[in-house]
């Protein structure tokens, strides 16, 4: 009842001006594949699959402060997975799906579960995150049921029909799969920053000494952080799998891939709704215009584009240090009235879009959530 | 398995595992001091290497030869990448620290690729298979030269945390950082210099390891992660540690490779590097909670 009310408040609190911006986007997104072709819808799809797995890690870094280097572990299960048990069992994707997400959860709870026990974060949990990807890349490419290092294949069918229970066909069914993703990312992460374990991620995220000081669980806490956006990451490898058909374990779990999925929320805007959309926006148009200009230039020496693509981040991270949707929001008005006291140095920086505290029994004066003796819940678990 | 085959491996990893911690400790060296995890330290090392098969391939200088232009190349280019680029990140999150030498790095890695193409490179020099007969051990010559120059360079930079009256000011900022702006050392001098002094441990590192192996230019990144299992190992900031860190994944890398198959030899590393975070955070030789 709780989350649903929280849900609920996300859409009827919202200022009126950033609901008909959102619409408006969503009705132009919806209609985009009418006029699209094939090329510019696989780069909409592109930037949508950004968008999401950014708003499933931004979950666990921007929101509750807990960097992990290592989301491609994620990614990977959740698309071999989902891709094993259709290709070997012919097992539904909408099936599959819930062992990836499964799978995931309890590869994330393993990884957390070692980590806070033994206080572990920052740099090390970071690399801690790391060598479990890469450990599981080096794994998989001696794991022959699902093809080892020579790469894992779905049969492709025909593309003009459409099979949803079986995710075979037309890129434009995918075009609308990556938008559902990238709704439900948007929704759930709203919903989590309105509701309470919300503010206790960002409690934590802020200090965590002080968080646990009044009473909050931060064990408890960031592993739900960190198992909540591995199970939002794990739809997004089946999405992988389904979408390109082959699996290599070099590409699918390599660091060079985490790297490339925490890109945009960090360009985007750390901690915010909209950052983690408008960097994958921003990196995937960048990515591809910047290959067009170079092809146009007659400049197709590889490495070029990586050079360029790095000055670029070094200036972004240089010069917009928060991100490019906080200083946009701030701009046009986009957030909130109530100022957000900034991370300061040690964190990330305030979300420009937080939600005001709801007022109920639950909230001390300060804004401060209490913690009650019966269980808390957000919601968001499972 | 004849224990002579054992015997030798293992030697083989230990002398290898010298020159990883010399490369290692570079990192450690960065990260004790400024507090910066330096994410470019492969691509680093990787750039060292190329210079030291240039160097070969156009003039014919032995790789050890280059180590003296390269460690003060590499020196000075540490010290503006610290002075320039990274010190105004100094108080930044960790996030935007990493997204910065993560820019740098994707800028040497494809600069090399640019440059050399993605073919692997080596260098063969005439003793490159000449080897020592020890008792029933077979070691080969190149890998004693390389250990004994990563050993003596460690020795070095010992002395000179150690002895010198700059070393004595380095590790203060290290110990106590407003100890040591109260007393008016130059902290953004300081931490330029043991930026320049890691990158030139980790350029002389280069110039042994492209004896030992090839390298490509996506190596870097390889490397990298090398760098940060040994110095999780042996101790986030801990020089012996560093040391003990490159020896212990040498070894574990050449088992490996015997033991299991090659291509699973970085897998054991990984899995030490795990059981490491998960049992003994702070590292075989670190302090626990700083």
Not at chain 1, 63 to 87: K, T
Not at chain 2, 36 to 41: L, T
Request: charged share 10%; net charge neutral.
């Amino acid at each position: 009842m709780n989350a649903w009310q929280d849900l609920k408040a996300v859409v009827t609190e919202a200022p009126v001006r950033s609901s008909a911006a959102l619409l408006v986007l969503l009705a132009v997104l919806l209609a985009l594949p009418l006029v699209l072709d094939r090329y510019l819808l696989s780069v909409m799809i592109l930037i949508l699959f950004f968008a999401y797995v950014g708003q499933a890690w931004n979950i666990m870094m921007g929101f509750c402060g807990q960097l992990s280097l290592g989301h491609a572990l994620y990614v990977g299960l959740g698309a071999y997975a989902a891709a094993a048990l259709y290709q070997h069992f012919g097992v539904s994707p909408w099936i599959g799906l819930f062992v990836a997400v499964g799978v995931c959860v309890l590869a994330a709870s393993v990884i957390g579960w070692l980590a806070f026990r033994f206080g572990i974060s920052g740099t090390y949990f970071a690399l801690l995150t790391i060598a479990f990807a890469e450990f599981t890349r080096i794994g998989f490419d001696h794991f022959d049921w699902v093809g080892g290092s020579g790469g894992f294949f779905l049969t492709v069918v025909q593309q003009d029909r459409m099979d949803w229970v079986n995710l075979r066909g037309h890129p434009v069914m995918f075009y609308y799969l990556a938008l559902g993703l990238a709704v439900l990312g948007f929704v759930v992460s709203a919903w989590l920053l309105r509701g309470r374990s919300g503010f206790y991620f960002r409690a934590i995220r802020d200090n965590e000494e002080a968080a646990r000081a009044v009473g909050v669980d931060t064990f408890r806490y960031k592993m739900l952080a960190v198992q909540v956006s591995a199970a939002l990451t794990a739809l997004a490898g089946v999405f992988f799998a389904f979408y390109y058909n082959n699996l290599f374990p070099e590409q699918i779990f390599h660091i060079s891939r985490s790297i490339e999925f925490i890109l945009a929320p960090i360009i985007g805007g750390i901690g915010t709704l909209f950052g983690p959309i408008l960097g994958a926006a921003v990196l995937t148009l960048l990515s591809e215009g910047l290959h067009e200009a170079l092809a146009a230039a007659g400049y197709e020496i590889p490495g070029v584009k990586q050079i360029l693509y790095g000055v670029a981040l070094a200036l972004s991270i240089m010069f917009l240090p928060h991100g490019i949707w906080p200083a946009i929001a701030r701009r046009f008005g986009f957030h909130r009235t109530r100022a957000e006291p900034d991370g300061g140095a040690d964190g990330p920086p305030a979300d420009a879009k937080a939600p005001r505290p709801p007022a109920g029994p639950s909230q001390s004066q300060s804004g401060v959530p209490v913690v009650s003796t019966s269980s808390p819940r957000g919601g968001a678990r499972g | 398995m004849p224990l002579e085959t054992i015997l030798n491996v293992v030697t083989g990893g230990l002398l290898t595992g010298l020159v990883y911690g010399l490369m290692a400790l570079g990192l450690s060296v960065i990260y004790g001091v400024v507090r910066i995890v330096n994410f470019a330290h492969g691509e680093i090392m990787a750039v060292a290497m190329y210079a030291a098969v240039v160097g070969f391939a156009m003039g014919g200088v032995d790789p050890l030869w280059m180590i003296v232009p390269v460690a003060v190349v590499f020196f000075g280019l540490g010290y503006a990448l610290q002075r320039g680029l990274i010190n105004p990140f100094i108080h930044r999150p960790e996030h935007s620290q990493f997204m910065l030498l993560l820019a740098v790095a994707l800028i040497m890695v494809n600069g090399l690729l640019v440059a050399f193409g993605p073919d692997a490179r080596n260098v063969q020099v005439d003793y490159s298979l000449d080897s020592y007969e020890i008792g029933p051990l077979l070691v080969d010559k190149v890998r004693v030269i390389c250990a004994a120059v990563a050993l003596a360079t460690c020795a070095l930079l010992f002395a000179v945390f150690r002895y010198t009256a700059f070393g004595k000011a380095i590790r203060a900022c290290a110990d106590n950082l407003l100890g040591a702006q109260v007393v008016g050392l130059d902290v953004r001098h300081l931490y330029a210099l043991t930026f320049g002094l890691g990158t030139a441990c980790v350029g002389i590192a280069g110039c042994l390891l492209v004896l030992l192996a090839d390298v490509t230019p996506s190596s870097g990144p390889a490397f990298t992660l090398l760098a940060f299992i040994i110095v999780i190992i042996g101790g986030l900031g801990s020089m012996p540690g560093a040391l003990a860190g490159g020896v212990l994944i040498g070894v574990s890398e050449s088992v490996a490779g015997l033991l299991i198959t090659p291509s699973a030899k970085s897998m054991l590393s990984f899995a030490l590097l795990i059981a490491v975070l998960a049992f003994r955070p702070q590292g075989l030789f670190g302090r626990a909670a700083r």
